[in-house]
């Protein structure tokens, strides 16, 4: 029993729901004492010395003594190898056919008995002995993966039997080597020495840092090093863990220690994927592979409000009138589990929601969409309609005998579907019917670790479940950690089939590689506090690299009462996260903005003012980041992986190419040091500009976080009018800027049209140019150099600016020489 059993079994001891919990904990242990094979004596096995290789399309095979091994360039420049015959399918974290082989690339013998693979971007070199190595076309290495090792059962060696064998693969990276990734981890989003698991968990109510793991993991590692960027992806769902150790340059006897990373996994094939590049190439690599993400509506990219205890429509409609009344804007509010009847999922509690539907209406036309959760577990109740539907066709998981596994969940004793099976999936996705005629927009997922109550041990199904697996058939052990990305395909094709012409909204708490397919996530019940604040930056940025753009935190925290100065800054980093929302657990403290008082709710106005004025901006930024899986939010070495100041800069981020955000993360805060990546920077509140590379003292009052615009920057905002004005920041004499525009075209699914812009300086003038095809046309004339900060569009006047064409006002800031 750890901690956090300890904190569980507290809390539930002589509550109804804890004898229940307790319980079935105690069914879970019987099951998986029936249902799992027993471990008996294992016996290790390394690949021994290669015997033969057998050229194919990418790449080929080699044949070890003990194993074998797949290795193969596809035509992206990605590269895979798997071994024991491990292909890249079947797979939940590919989107779709696995690609192409590079046809260009060739299996050749290599120096002392070994392989190697040449292709245009990168070199497989594999030992005799089975090691692999990963090479630049210039030499350097990228990665080197030891021989791996396997523990599997000493009475068989079947090929079922080496499905659950254990393994091991120990891999070197440079010294000067940073790891970020994972999945959403709380410390990061560098990831220093330490172990981390892969095993999506729900952490009990709340975290902070030190809290590992929580609900989305994944066995993702971006690296960067002086030597480039890759990113490796062990494609395996089963329980594991990562070992981390970063190197050490000079360390010793004057020799570098290498980076080390060791994955340790339960079972499941060893197979692997590695990308390399640029930051940007290697995120547009990773969507090619694993899919693009999904659009959000527009509306998604403005800000929300939620709680877990509205308890009425009557508080919903107050809360929406509070906002209105103080000119606040708002997008939508999002109804927790206590609007359903008795927990039950797809249900209303008709007596505190009379008129849903109705409500719904009425907030629609006023700007604002309602949002669901939608909880996993189904009560096992004769009468229920979901469950009776759902019994009727062998919907749910269930056990090594064929009955049904019972958890306890909010609504008490619950089943789970199977959300591994796609017949499955296409009845739950039909459920969603009664979302929409609520009055819905989109849902939340929730709970979809899975989560069952406990008071001891692991908070979830057992392990013997049974799943589907889309029809191969298999356990928990497997399908854990993807349960949550199976139930938010189930939901996002469901909406797709139910409104074919809106872009479904939807957000999951947990989730695997791939889930960014189907909308996005948020951190889950972060704890109250600074330290709570900066892991809802770490998470975003980490999930971020693992492919998942779109997210955000509870901002104020899930539990307790933020102090007026804690919730302001938390706002304010919200404000430049792509989901902005509030929430707060059920007797939690209000997160209302005019709850703290006068100076907070004007500061957190001119936030949320801000979000608005930039939502062309987020606008753009969700088309690219389906386009080229770039993240909204980068880490400030994003665009300079060699600048090694940067790795390890974590209280800041990019947003986008344009913009730099240093959220305040410590209380007590009216100034702080930023780090800059190269290049001339302004600060957007009092235009002064400041040199990268190097670190600079800016102002940070409880007003406003520093936020700073690259130079040439060309920024699309909402003007004063409220209509599409592009914000040009001079570039520096002698330099160039640019920026790209996607215009919402509303929440359907338009093709986007990215236009692209140039600016530089002529004289005392900033010009900017639209490029079609490759060339300029239409320029835009901007004020002079080194005028007033903000001059009005189209004035003429310094500061100010005109579009000849495609007509959209230009606003000219900062300048000097």
């Not at 299996?107 to 693979?117: A, H, I, Q, T």
């Not at 090594?400 to 999936?425: A, L, N």
């Not at 069952?452 to 013997?464: E, H, N, Q, V």
């Not at 599409?724 to 996607?742: F, K, Y």
Request: proline share 8%.
């Amino acid at each position: 029993m750890d901690g956090h059993d300890l904190v569980r079994s507290m809390k539930m001891v002589g509550t109804a729901q804890g004898l229940r919990a307790a319980r079935a904990a105690w069914r879970r242990r019987r099951t998986d004492a029936r249902g799992l094979p027993a471990r008996g004596a294992e016996r290790a096995r390394v690949p021994g010395s290669v015997t033969g290789a057998e050229p194919l399309p990418g790449g080929g095979v080699l044949r070890f003594a003990r194993s074998s091994l797949r290795v193969c360039v596809t035509v992206g420049g990605a590269v895979f190898w798997g071994w024991d015959g491990a292909a890249p399918g079947p797979s939940y974290a590919l989107d779709g056919a696995t690609p192409e082989p590079d046809p260009r690339a060739l299996l050749e013998p290599d120096k002392d008995g070994g392989w190697r693979v040449v292709a245009e971007r990168l070199t497989v070199e594999v030992s005799r002995h089975g090691g692999i190595e990963v090479r630049t076309p210039g030499g350097v290495v990228l990665r080197r993966e030891l021989p791996p090792r396997w523990w599997e059962c000493a009475a068989s060696g079947s090929a079922a039997d080496r499905g659950a064998a254990r393994w091991v693969q120990r891999s070197e990276v440079p010294a000067d080597a940073r790891f970020f990734g994972l999945g959403g981890r709380a410390d990061g989003p560098r990831l220093r020495d330490g172990s981390y698991r892969l095993w999506n968990t729900d952490p009990g109510g709340r975290f902070g840092p030190g809290d590992d793991p929580l609900y989305i993991t994944m066995p993702v590692q971006l690296v960067v090093s002086d030597a480039g960027t890759h990113l490796a992806f062990y494609d395996n769902s089963w329980d594991g863990r990562v070992v981390l150790r970063e190197g050490e340059e000079g360390a010793g006897s004057g020799h570098d220690r290498p980076g080390l990373s060791e994955v340790r996994m339960d079972g499941g094939p060893l197979r692997c994927w590695v990308v390399t590049g640029t930051p940007a190439r290697v995120l547009q690599g990773w969507t090619a592979l694993t899919g693009a993400p999904a659009l959000p509506p527009s509306w998604a990219l403005g800000p929300q409000h939620a709680r877990w205890g509205f308890g009425s429509e009557r508080e919903v409609r107050r809360i929406v009138a509070g906002y209105r009344e103080r000119g606040l804007p708002l997008s939508a509010v999002h109804l927790d589990i206590d609007h359903f009847d008795g927990h039950r999922v797809f249900t209303v509690d008709r007596e505190r929601f009379p008129s849903l539907p109705a409500t719904a209406d009425e907030l629609r036309k006023d700007g604002v969409r309602l949002v669901s959760i939608v909880d996993p577990a189904v009560k096992a109740e004769p009468g229920n309609a979901v469950y009776d539907s759902g019994s009727a066709i062998g919907a749910f998981v269930r056990d090594d005998r064929g009955r049904e596994v019972e958890g306890v969940v909010w609504p008490g004793e619950c089943v789970f579907p199977d959300f591994t099976d796609p017949s499955v999936r296409e009845w739950w996705g039909r459920l969603y019917r009664e979302r929409l005629a609520q009055g819905f927009s989109g849902v939340w997922h929730d709970m979809n670790e899975p989560v069952a109550f406990t008071p001891l041990g692991d908070p979830t199904l057992p392990r013997s479940a049974r799943h589907a697996l889309e029809g191969r058939g298999g356990d928990h052990r497997e399908a854990h950690n993807v349960y949550g990305l199976a139930m938010a395909r189930a939901g996002y094709e469901g909406l797709r089939r139910l409104r074919p012409d809106e872009r479904p909204f939807l957000f999951s708490r947990s989730g695997w590689a791939g889930m960014q397919r189907y909308g996005g996530t948020w951190s889950g019940d972060v704890a109250t506090g600074w330290p709570g604040l900066r892991a809802s930056l770490a998470l975003v940025l980490g999930l971020g690299l693992c492919g998942v753009p779109y997210s955000g935190p509870d901002v104020g925290g899930f539990d307790g009462s933020p102090s007026p100065e804690l919730y302001t800054r938390w706002f304010q980093l919200g404000a430049h996260l792509p989901l902005f929302r509030t929430h707060a657990a059920v007797g939690a403290g209000r997160r209302e903005p005019w709850e703290f008082g006068p100076e907070v709710l004007a500061h957190a106005k001119a936030a949320l003012d801000e979000r608005e004025r930039l939502r062309p901006y987020f606008v753009t930024l969700a088309h690219l980041a389906r386009l080229t899986g770039a993240p909204y939010a980068r880490p400030v070495w994003w665009g300079s992986p060699d600048e090694r100041a940067l790795r390890d800069c974590e209280d800041a981020f990019l947003l986008g190419d344009a913009l730099l955000v240093a959220p305040v993360l410590e209380a007590g805060t009216d100034r702080r040091a930023v780090r800059l990546p190269r290049g001339r920077w302004y600060d957007t509140a009092t235009g002064e500009a400041y040199e990268g590379p190097g670190q600079v003292l800016v102002d940070a009052p409880l007003s406003r976080i520093p936020v700073l615009a690259r130079a040439g920057a060309v920024i699309p905002v909402h003007g004063d009018d409220g209509g599409l004005e592009l914000e040009v920041w001079a570039p520096a004499v002698g330099r160039t800027g640019s920026g790209l525009l996607v215009r919402d075209a509303g929440d359907g699914w338009e093709q986007a049209q990215v236009e692209r812009f140039t600016s530089r300086v002529e004289g005392d003038r900033v010009v900017v140019e639209r490029l079609v095809d490759g060339g300029a046309n239409g320029a835009v004339t901007g004020g002079g150099v080194g005028g007033p900060v903000g001059g009005a569009a189209g004035t003429g006047g310094a500061g100010a600016g005109r579009a000849v064409d495609p007509g959209i006002p230009v606003r000219v800031r900062g300048g000097g020489a």
